[in-house]
């Protein structure tokens, strides 16, 4: 006897009729920055079948109709389900994480310090008047800052990566008297970072030991869709 594949009609009595869709499977939740020591990321997926000439894309950043705050951040494309006349896709959802730091050790380069230009004249602390540049592997705080945006530019502050300028305006590569920084460029009210200042942060008297060693990043937490995560990257100075 020939079998004869069809999915059934709208109005098909006792069963559905596939021109909406039907979940067929799932995913249980995933921890994709669990290796960061992290369980804040959660994703997990869906898998629907539908009538083919009733597929239609799913709105991106829509949101779970079964778990509040995760939100569709990709789908896949349909694949036919042959014979039949039906067609499967996944959909992916994800939360938007909370605000985290992870810490890895990396190279930074920390300024020089000048008590004075002066060296044969030195003002106090007379025995700290120079120290050229130094590099050194720390530890480096990542703060994890994250958000659900389609302008991701406007949605974040980001601090710069510090730099510092002379008088002439000049970029150098040591703290004196008279440098300052661009704006941000340090965790610290103002844009001037004196020779005092700096000590007080090596010496950890300061209110804010850290400054900023690397240019911040930003880029999909999930690697599709509109979950924005901005990577900041700070040190103790040295």
């Not at 995933?30 to 020591?37: D, H, I, V």
């Not at 949101?63 to 789908?75: A, R």
């Amino acid at each position: 006897m020939a079998l004869t594949y069809d999915a059934p009609l709208t109005g098909n009595p006792g069963g559905p009729d596939f021109e909406t869709a039907i979940q067929v499977g799932y995913t249980q939740f995933a921890y994709p920055n669990r290796g960061q020591g992290s369980r804040d990321s959660i994703i997990f997926s869906r898998v629907y079948i539908i009538k083919e000439a009733n597929w239609a894309a799913s709105t991106l950043d829509s949101e779970d109709i079964y778990n509040s705050g995760f939100y569709l951040y990709e789908e896949s494309t349909p694949e036919d389900i042959d014979p039949g006349g039906l067609c499967r896709w996944e959909k992916w959802f994800g939360n938007v994480p909370t605000w985290h730091d992870t810490y890895s050790f990396q190279a930074v380069t920390f300024p020089g310090y000048y008590s004075e230009w002066n060296a044969d004249n030195p003002v106090s602390p007379a025995t700290s008047v120079y120290r050229p540049p130094l590099t050194k592997v720390v530890k480096v705080r990542e703060t994890r800052i994250f958000a659900l945006t389609t302008t991701p530019w406007t949605s974040f502050t980001p601090l710069a990566a510090m730099k510092l300028y002379n008088q002439e305006n000049g970029v150098v590569d040591y703290v004196d008297n008279n440098t300052t920084t661009n704006p941000g460029g340090y965790p610290a009210t103002g844009s001037s970072l004196t020779y005092a200042e700096y000590q007080a942060k090596v010496n950890g008297t300061a209110t804010d030991t850290e400054i900023t060693v690397k240019e911040p990043e930003i880029r999909r937490a999930y690697g599709a869709g509109n979950i924005w995560e901005m990577v900041q990257y700070l040190a103790v100075a040295e």
